[in-house]
């Protein structure tokens, strides 16, 4: 951190990257597990711009194991996107609530696979130490170009809640749906 500038490189090697990198796991970038470049611009009460590869803002859940609260992940984590690469804004809307809008190459992709971009909107509510709260939408293009589905906007919609009942217990829900019109039908989801 200097400043108004921040940064963040995060580099992972071993199985993980392998496994979560997709179609990117047979190249370099599948050893970057964050790097961020930071700017608080003076914009009201600090508009934060961001740019690069970012851990998935999507559900509680992360990649690194250490973060979560078991040793294995949820059925509903596979689902989701990992990580993306992209520009984000995020903005403080009062002293509990922030709103982030973010452009990303999509779901799972440093580099873009069809030339469209995906989008999110999400916000999130912290009361230190007693609740988190976020609530998001993901859309965009996710399938390569040239493919049979065509390229339909995928939709997701995901929220999730920790609360904070003494110092030694938590409760934490999520939930998700989403769909995507391919040419062959309507594709949806949902899980909790």
Do not use: C, M
Not at 75 to 82: E, I, Q, V
Not at 131 to 148: D, I, K, Q
């Amino acid at each position: 951190t200097a400043g108004a500038i921040s940064g963040r490189l995060a580099l992972q090697t071993g199985d993980t990257p392998d496994i979560y990198y997709g179609a990117e796991a047979s190249s370099d970038v599948r050893h970057i597990l964050e790097a961020t470049l930071s700017w608080k611009a003076p914009v009201g009460k600090g508009l934060t711009l961001d740019g690069g590869v970012f851990l998935s803002p999507i559900g509680p859940e992360t990649i690194l194991i250490k973060d979560n609260w078991t040793w294995s992940r949820s059925t509903l984590f596979f689902g989701l996107p990992f990580y993306h690469a992209g520009l984000r804004a995020t903005y403080p809307v009062s002293e509990r609530w922030s709103l982030t809008g973010a452009v990303y190459n999509g779901w799972n992709n440093v580099t873009d696979t069809n030339g469209k971009k995906s989008v999110s909107v999400q916000a999130l509510y912290a009361k230190p130490d007693k609740a988190t709260a976020s609530l998001l939408y993901f859309g965009g293009v996710e399938r390569p170009r040239g493919v049979s589905e065509g390229e339909p906007w995928r939709h997701l919609f995901d929220s999730h809640i920790t609360v904070s009942v003494s110092k030694t217990l938590s409760l934490q829900a999520h939930a998700d749906a989403g769909f995507e019109d391919t040419t062959f039908r309507r594709a949806s989801w949902r899980g909790a």
